[in-house]
């Protein structure tokens, strides 16, 4: 049981804030009990606080989920039920925080910003999947014309179609790399111009983010990645593969 003073709870006290008992300043156990039980509600509300943050905006992948952290351990010898039973809670709620992003990022898409953007990236996965070569791998960059990040500055639909005309502003080429000194002619288009189903990219918006990728040879994206959010977990992986990637020939 929790210490008392008065009649007072050091742990319910420490819940609801109010102010201590009179004399209770002088009770040693039920000043220390309630010392750390304000120490406790901190990582608790501490924790709770995370887990609405991944609830409410998934944050940007990393290459396995970090773990949940645990309730900082008391001094005492032992702990309170309730502090106990709500340390369970927040670490049980972390994990299972953890498992959806992990299977969301393994099978059900790349944590877009939005839902339109996270069709798009499913839709731009199975494209790179169909062909046995996950965007991003080394495998894919070697046989890479293009990848490149920009800017979406124009989405005009055909019209009597569902076919869109997306212009990109380039501001970031991973492939082709050109050495500074030899970048005259052969950088590709600061603009480029694509089109492409509206299936492929749905609910693209002028001044959205896109990181694409374009076969060799090819003239049409094959992958396509709309918002900062999904963009930032191919990113990662573009520039991890890149140096594996130069060692390799297209085959």
């Not at 501001?171 to 288009?189: C, F, I, N």
Request: hydrophobic share 40%.
């Amino acid at each position: 049981m929790s210490t008392e003073h008065d009649g007072a709870d050091a742990l319910m006290t420490a819940i609801t804030g109010e102010p201590l008992p009179p004399g209770a300043r002088e009770d040693a156990a039920f000043l220390a009990e309630h010392r750390a039980a304000e120490a406790d509600l901190a990582v608790l509300r501490e924790q709770l606080g995370l887990i609405g943050h991944a609830l409410a905006e998934p944050p940007p992948a990393a290459p396995a989920p970090e773990p949940a952290r645990s309730v900082r351990p008391s001094p005492r010898p032992r702990r309170r039920a309730f502090s106990l039973a709500l340390g369970g809670l927040a670490v049980a709620a972390a994990a299972s925080v953890m498992a959806g992003m992990g299977w969301l990022m393994s099978g059900g898409g790349t944590g877009a910003a939005d839902s339109s953007s996270l069709d798009a990236g499913s839709s731009a996965e199975k494209q790179s999947d169909a062909g046995g070569v996950a965007f991003g791998s080394a495998r894919y960059l070697a046989c890479s014309g293009l990848v490149a990040e920009g800017e979406a500055t124009a989405v005009e639909r055909l019209p009597g179609t569902t076919t869109l005309r997306i212009t990109l502003s380039l501001t970031r080429v991973y492939l082709p790399e050109v050495p500074e000194e030899d970048a005259k002619g052969s950088k590709p288009d600061e603009e480029q111009v694509f089109v492409v189903d509206e299936n492929v990219v749905p609910g693209i918006r002028a001044g959205d983010p896109v990181l694409v990728g374009v076969p060799r040879g090819a003239d049409q994206p094959d992958f396509w990645a709309v918002g900062e959010r999904q963009i930032a977990l191919e990113r990662a992986m573009v520039t991890a593969s890149l140096p594996e990637a130069r060692e390799l020939t297209c085959g």
